[in-house]
């Protein structure tokens, strides 16, 4: 409907946002860019609209109930932290991690174990991580990269999650839609995972760069932190800090593990039991079933509400006031309103591109291109920038989903719809994973305490490596026709392509002192 201008409101936010560090700023001036345009450049009509979208996303009642359980995740972790339960799992865990690398692999092996939903992933490994990476000083960038990396892309490969879920509903209703009953949704979805690339090969590239060596603005960031012990740079703004929020935590010598187990417990079984129930599995539906049609906001919501109950009876053992206690719950919620308003702006941002056709443009614009070969490789790319502009990958795999299917089985049959099954999600998977303008993003920076630009700035080199070899795998998945195969190939390019920029970035760029001390594994704060 408004052609190329569709495109312009996302790109600004984005820009504007790398440009300025001010995200908040840069969204809102996007919106309204997107008004102008809706608008047809009458200033009075585009602010009205503006508005009015904000009000829309606020109100609907997924994206109402999503900025409770936000809040809600906020106290549950600012009770955590408060009882002295993250401080007690850093001092029992203190003699088994007990270098920088060991530390960094702590928070990825976390951030596999928590597969189940990519908030709670952010939220449950930031507080068990941190402190101990604080420790051994890895930068905030690099805490955040690992939180990010390992939240959106496990979500979306499972085994089991509502992800997953969602996934597999959008698959089942296009298969009706073209009547396809040649093999289930889900085993067509177990069979995609292979050709999942990015997904898969971004959790293989974490602990490369945790053990290998960093480039780019990653390793200027590691360096400092090193050298100065400063875990963020000066002048930089993280979006939260549970810390500064929230002050010391309250008798924290008389604290103990349980005090971050329990809350985390509570949080992760009630969320399973949860996504299960509001699905209808108690009615006697299977899990994937259950899984497919569970009400995700309402599920987590009372996982959120769960956990931060737990966390007050846990301030009660701790003989908190009732002052404290209240304290904690609102320095809670203020260490997430920087969240809940990026948030809202960003969802905004998606209905902006909704209502000027912008995913509507870019597939049109490629059609003319689509070939069986070229197809997986266009369909990557397209669900790649749409999901970097619109920071969502659910909105992504929504519109991709029902067009990408029926064109590959219209030209390559079941085969080359599990193809581009896991081209879909992996492009989808890209923008969740280092657009600015992403919840998951978002979330990573609050819990690691990162600034948010400084994170995206830092990750964005890696996830593009990633994302390229991710291109040129599917470019050859018209002769290669093992997903698991070319899974290899991409590895092993992976692993050769990190190690040599790392090595190349670092020689040029840093002295032989300094390469010397990005390779130290057991230097702690204060030595």
């Known amino acids: 409907m408004f052609g190329l201008w569709s495109i312009v409101p996302p790109l600004v936010a984005i820009l504007l946002a790398i440009i300025t560090r001010k995200v908040v700023i ?19 009509a585009a602010v009205a609209v503006t508005f009015d979208w904000m009000k829309d996303v606020m109100t609907d009642g997924w994206n109402a109930r999503f900025l409770v359980l936000v809040a809600l995740l906020g106290i549950g972790a600012a009770l955590m932290y ?14 088994k991690i007990n270098n920088r690398k060991r530390a960094q692999f702590f928070g990825y092996i976390l951030g596999i174990i ?6 709670v992933n952010s939220v449950i490994t930031g507080n068990a991580a941190k402190d101990i990476n604080a420790k051994y000083r890895v930068s905030k960038e690099k805490f955040a990269y690992i939180l990010d990396a390992t939240a ?4 979306t490969i499972g085994p089991v999650s509502d992800w997953i879920g969602f996934q597999v ?23 995609s995972i292979q050709w999942n690339f990015y997904s898969v090969l971004s959790l293989a590239a974490v602990p490369l760069f945790i053990f290998g060596k960093d480039f780019g603005p990653m390793a200027k960031a590691e360096l400092r932190a090193l050298k100065t012990g400063k875990l963020i740079e000066d002048g930089a703004v993280p979006l939260s800090s549970i810390e500064m929020d929230l002050g010391e935590p309250i008798n924290q010598e008389k ?11 509570t949080l992760i079984g009630v969320g399973i ?24 906001d ?5 996982a959120a509400f769960a956990m931060a109950f737990v966390g007050i009876i846990l301030g009660l053992i701790q003989k908190f006031s009732f002052k404290e206690l209240e304290d904690t719950v609102m320095g809670g919620i203020r260490t997430m309103l920087p969240a809940l308003i990026i948030m809202i702006l960003a969802w905004s941002i998606g209905t902006v591109t909704d209502a000027l056709g912008t995913a509507d443009f870019v597939v049109g614009a490629t059609q003319n291109w689509m070939t069986p070969q070229l197809l997986p490789f266009l369909i990557f790319v397209i669900c790649m920038f749409i999901s970097f502009s619109t920071g969502t990958s659910w909105g992504t795999m929504a519109i991709m989903t029902p067009i990408g299917i029926p064109l590959a089985y219209t030209i390559g049959g079941l085969p080359l719809v599990q193809i581009i099954i896991g081209s879909i999600f992996a492009g989808a998977i890209f923008g969740d994973h280092c657009s600015p303008i992403s919840d998951t993003t978002v979330m990573a920076s609050i819990f690691a305490g990162s600034d948010h630009i400084a994170h995206v700035k830092t990750q964005v080199p890696y996830a593009l490596l990633v994302a390229s070899i991710s291109g040129v795998l599917y470019l050859l998945s018209p002769y290669i026709r093992q997903g698991w195969v070319l899974l290899l190939i991409g590895l092993g390019a992976l692993i050769l392509l990190s190690k040599l920029f790392g090595f190349l970035y670092q020689k040029k760029h840093f002295s032989e002192e300094d390469i010397a001390l990005l390779a130290t594994n057991k230097l702690v704060s204060g030595e």
């Not at 408060?82 to 003699?95: D, I, M, N, Q």
């Not at 604290?255 to 417990?265: E, S, T």
């Not at 039991?273 to 995700?296: F, R």
Request: hydrophobic residues 55%; charged residues 10%; proline residues 4%.
């Open 82 to 95: 408060k009882v002295g339960g993250s401080y007690a799992l850093t001092r029992s865990l203190e003699h």
């Open 114 to 119: 928590v597969f189940f939903n990519d908030y």
């Open 169 to 191: 509903s959008l698959i089942a209703a296009t298969f009706v839609s073209i009547s396809l009953v040649e093999t289930q949704p889900y085993f067509a979805f177990l069979g």
């Open 26 to 44: 840069s969204l809102f001036v996007s919106i309204l860019i997107g008004g102008l345009i809706y608008c047809g450049g009458n200033p009075f």
């Open 152 to 155: 959106a892309p496990m979500a």
């Open 255 to 265: 604290a103990n593990v349980w005090f971050f187990i329990l809350p985390l417990v």
């Open 273 to 296: 039991w949860a996504l299960w129930y509001t699905g209808g599995g108690a009615e006697g539906k299977t899990l994937m079933d259950a899984l497919a049609d569970t009400q995700v």
């Open 298 to 302: 309402v599920a987590l919501t009372w």
